[in-house]
């Protein structure tokens, strides 16, 4: 049985990736002082969402996110209305982006934003009072970030924006010129203690802290640790291909692989009847994983994804179990730009018998009994961050844990929340 070896105290570690995740969402307002902080707020908010106006793949190049919202807007002249300038200093009436706000008979294509509701009259109104504040000379001081091509992103609205689902890879990789910090809490009760337990939160939570850092546009390298045995995962996500538009492959496709070392000082050496610990280097501490994620788009709002997956010496409470193998399925539907739901499920098709599942297994009857892992949940994107808010019967972190299942069993009502946070941050701050 699985020994939960996380006995301090979570509230300090929460404390500190709490903390700092506030400092990466306010980061960028304070990097970039041209444009008045309620500005900024509508752009992103309206704008840079994932897969939308943020980033070297936005439609027409157009990043609105803060840190290049301004050299790519004043001065400039419209891609496809070049007769105009996307912001005219001091004349917000012939801005080509109050046009496309206003749905302006001289704009090409949809107005702005793009099958959303649009803006308040308050809203505009905050935008085209900057625009007026403008002196009429005023420009970037260097030419736009991004000149490359428009491209849609794959599905329009409906791809998956994370670079995880719940649990399972995605086969979207972060651009290169920045990082992405994750933050991932499993709370330990379930929701079922009810209201005097407040429906499991007061059981306290596992958390992982993870840094991502794009090498290439498809290559990705992330370092995270789980409170759980004290896991380090270092893990590697190459881009083989990406579903953008009718040229492109019909489906995204991404390899994933990386390597876990449980660094809790206290392990029992499987292979110790004296019951000694484990040396931190031993090799029994260290597994590997090698997945395949593989998703493809239906229309504007569906989203499936398929990822195989293998794990290797995931158990650190035995030795010589047999790889793990497991067949990952996840979707998700699009409500809109900023809301989506979400499922993930995660059969194991061999190997169960050495699963290391978070938690223990259950007993019944003499007999060891988990479940696969299953994670319900809603997705949030606001302004280069991504929400994942859920339930799930498993309390695992990191890949050989998640991928072990899950000590609940949703088919009598019992599962945990969880969510995920992540903000992606451009060099420099």
Known sequence: MLLLLTRGRPWPTIGLSTIFLLLLTTAPLFSQS?????????????CAYSGCHMGRRAPRGLDLTAEHAFENLVGIES??????????????ANSYLMKKLLADADISGDPMPKDEPPLSPEQIQIIADWIRSLPPDASAEEPPASATPPSSSAGGIGGFAGITVANLPTAQTPERGGFVYRVSHRYRS???????RFFGLDGGADVMTQFGLPLTDALYFTL??????????????WQIWREADA?????????????????FKQIPDPEDPTGGFLPRTAGERFSGFVQLAVSKTLGQRLAFLIVP???????????????????????????????????????????????????????????R?????????????????????????????????????????????????????????????
């Open 34 to 46: 041209t444009i008045p902080p309620d500005v900024l707020s509508i752009f992103e908010e309206s």
């Open 79 to 92: 891609s496809t209305r070049p007769q105009f300038l996307l912001v005219k200093p001091g004349d917000p």
């Open 190 to 196: 379930p929701v079922s203690d009810g209201f005097d």
């Open 224 to 237: 995270g640790r789980s409170a759980i045995n004290a896991t380090f995962e270092l893990t590697g996500k």
């Open 247 to 263: 040229a492109s492959p019909p489906i995204s496709a991404a390899l994933v692989s990386g390597i876990a070392w449980a660094t």
């Open 309 to 367: 997956g293998m794990v290797l010496n995931g158990n650190v409470n035995i030795s010589g179990e047999k790889p793990l193998i497991t067949m990952g399925l996840a979707g998700r539907w699009a409500l809109n730009r900023k809301y989506g739901l979400f499922f993930e499920f995660i059969p194991i098709l061999s190997g169960a018998e050495g699963a290391d599942v978070v938690g223990g297994p259950r007993i019944e009857n003499g007999q």
């Open 369 to 429: 009994r988990f479940n696969d892992t299953v994670s319900l949940g809603v997705e949030i994107r606001a302004g280069g961050h991504v929400f994942h808010v859920f339930i799930t019967n498993s309390g695992g972190n990191t890949t050989n844990q998640y991928l072990s299942g899950g000590n609940f069993d949703f088919t009598r009502g019992e599962f945990r929340l969880a969510f995920n946070i992540y903000r992606y941050l451009r060099f420099p701050f």
